[in-house]
Structure formats: structure tokens, C-alpha cells
């Protein structure tokens, strides 16, 4: 599934962070995504989802050159962070 679409709609602002439904596996309330500098966390808490953790791998290369000039950067920065496993979980990034 691309999560792109949905990502985007949410129209985060930097530090926002959204709590909801989640798109891949309907968990109720277990969907956040928090934008940052570097780009969109998403994350799924329900253990059996596929986006959760760090293993996603749901936004793709192509995904990256279509976006809009300014989330460009701030995707491949993300992008590059799963690929590498460097995603910072969600109490890392209070504060
Ligand atoms: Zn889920």
C-alpha cells in the first residue's frame, strides 16, 4: 500500500502530529505520523501491521521525484532513513 497519498492529505505542519485510524490495518487510534525537519515518522503501534516499527517501506523512489519542490528533500531525508534503520522512535523524539 502507498501511504503516501494519505500522508499528504494530512498536510502536517513541522511538529504537528497526527493520531488516528490507522489506512493499512484500520487499527483504531494506532496510526500517528509527526512531521519533522527531516521529513514524516509514520508509525503504526497494532503489533501485527505492516508499517509499523521500521520495516515499511512504503514510500518509493518514484514517489520521491513526483513530490513538490520542498517536500523533496524532506522525503528522500525520510526515505533514506528507513532504508538505513535509523528511525527514531516515538519517545526519542519528545522534547
Ligand atoms: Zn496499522
Known amino acids: 500500500m502507498n ?3 494519505f500522508i499528504d ?4 505542519g513541522i511538529d504537528e502530529t497526527y493520531r488516528g ?4 490495518c484500520q487499527g483504531k487510534n494506532t496510526f500517528t505520523a509527526t512531521r519533522s ?3 514524516i515518522i509514520f508509525n503504526c503501534y497494532k503489533n501485527s501491521c505492516e508499517i509499523s516499527g521500521k520495516s515499511a517501506r512504503s514510500i518509493t523512489l ?3 521525484t513526483a513530490l513538490r519542490s520542498s517536500k523533496t528533500i524532506e522525503a528522500m531525508l ?3 532513513s528507513r532504508t538505513i534503520g535509523l528511525v527514531p522512535t516515538p519517545s526519542l523524539t519528545r522534547g
Open 21 to 24: 485510524d490507522c489506512p493499512v
Open 9 to 12: 492529505q494530512l498536510d502536517l
Open 62 to 64: 518514484e514517489d520521491i
Open 3 to 5: 501511504l503516501k497519498p
Open 37 to 39: 525537519v527531516g521529513g
Open 78 to 80: 525520510f526515505f533514506m
